[in-house]
């Protein structure tokens, strides 16, 4: 368990004659209707923050916030300092009289004007102004004109994310099988006649012998070799 600096969600206590053990306990407020709020874990007790001009009565770790008080307005408290924080609202620094309480010298602090025009009311609470990170407005108009000569990138990146329509991915798919089947209409025959020719010189061929056999007569032996088979022919005059 975190304790608050402040000691609003849990009080810490050393007794006088134990120096090492320290005693947690849990902040206990009496609500103005007579309730009692704890300050656990994950648990609230959000009331109005409120000056207290005499001293708060304690018993234990129970405070009675039953006392002579003022009010800040618009201001809230809690166990945890951001949680009475973000439920609180800026009116007490509308309001002169209120702004009083709060600092010693009103000379060096203006009331905020309430009549210049704004999305935020005076009750809005801090947690919606953190919301809308205190700005009035966002314009989101742009340039690029006016963005490169003032910036003067060395690079620019965009991508571009669109839905392609069913139209446009038929005529892409024809377009693609068109030039696919000129391309092998081109190409086939070309590859068909390298092959034949490397077939025809890993694969065949001839010799050519002319024999004398006899007076006037010439016999051509031909020698033909296709994967290792043999054929003779004999031609006569």
């Known amino acids: 368990m975190f304790i608050i600096g ?96 709060l600092v010693s010298n009103t000379t060096a602090f203006t009331p905020l004007n309430a009549t210049i025009p704004s999305k935020f009311s005076i009750d809005s609470r801090v947690q919606d102004l953190m919301n809308e990170l205190m700005l009035e407005e966002i314009d989101s108009s742009y340039s690029l004109e006016m963005y490169y000569p003032h910036c003067a990138p060395l690079t620019c990146m965009y991508s571009y994310t669109h839905r392609v329509e069913l139209l446009t991915i038929i005529t892409s798919i024809i377009g693609l099988v068109g030039g696919l089947n000129t391309n092998l209409i081109l190409i086939i025959p070309l590859i068909a006649d390298i092959m034949l020719i490397i077939k025809r010189k890993l694969f065949v061929s001839s010799t050519n012998e002319l024999v004398q056999a006899a007076p006037g007569r010439i016999i051509l032996i031909s020698y033909t070799t296709i994967h290792e ?9």
């Open 6 to 101: 402040l000691g609003t969600n849990a009080v810490a206590t050393i007794p006088s004659n134990v120096t090492n053990i320290a005693s947690i306990s849990t902040t206990v407020y009496e609500m103005m209707d007579g309730s009692l709020c704890y300050c656990l874990a994950g648990k609230t007790c959000s009331m109005p923050a409120a000056i207290y001009w005499d001293v708060v009565e304690q018993i234990g770790n129970v405070y009675s916030i039953n006392r002579n008080k003022t009010l800040v307005r618009g201001m809230q408290t809690d166990c945890f300092v951001a949680n009475g924080l973000f439920s609180s609202t800026l009116e007490c620094y509308y309001d002169s009289s209120c702004l009083e309480l």
């Open 229 to 237: 088979a043999s054929k003779k022919k004999v031609c006569h005059p």
